[in-house]
């Protein structure tokens, strides 16, 4: 069965740094494209950014331009989360998730488009 594990997150303060992990197992996921998001108290959950299938082409929402980076390893079906500049507000659950190809260029961010999830791993941010 198709499987994707979050792992890396914590407690850290503002400005700090954090690298999130999502381990894929069950299956390949070297054709997908890969999403993280993240889910605030009492909020929607929101797409964060997603990196196409092989790697050439990254989406970032707004909040988090220049602060976090996404990469994928297909050899070892992973794809991390480098977060930096954190803020109070990146505080949140974050969900690791798959969607099928969408190509090299289009990117999905709806919470439609992607039809794997994992748990999610806490992140909070102190000020």
């Known amino acids: 069965q198709a499987q994707l594990v979050e792992s890396g997150g914590g407690l850290v303060q503002a400005v700090g740094s954090l690298r999130l992990s999502c381990a894929a197992s069950?299956?390949?996921?070297?054709?997908?494209?890969m999403g993280w998001f993240r889910q605030a108290p009492g909020k929607e959950r929101e797409f964060v950014q997603g990196?196409?299938?092989?790697?050439?082409?990254?989406y970032d929402a707004d909040s988090v331009k220049g602060r976090f980076t996404i990469s994928r390893d297909n050899a070892k079906n992973a794809v991390d989360l480098h977060m930096n500049s954190l803020k109070p507000e990146d505080t949140a659950v974050y969900y690791c998730?798959?969607?099928?190809?969408?190509?090299?260029?289009?990117?999905?961010?709806?919470?439609?488009?992607?039809?794997?999830w994992g748990q999610g791993t806490q992140v909070t941010v102190s000020s």
């Open positions: 998730a798959a969607a099928p190809n969408s190509g090299n260029y289009y990117i999905p961010t709806r919470i439609a488009d992607y039809n794997y």
């Open positions: 069950g299956r390949s996921f070297s054709s997908y494209t």
């Open positions: 990196i196409s299938w092989n790697g050439n082409r990254v």
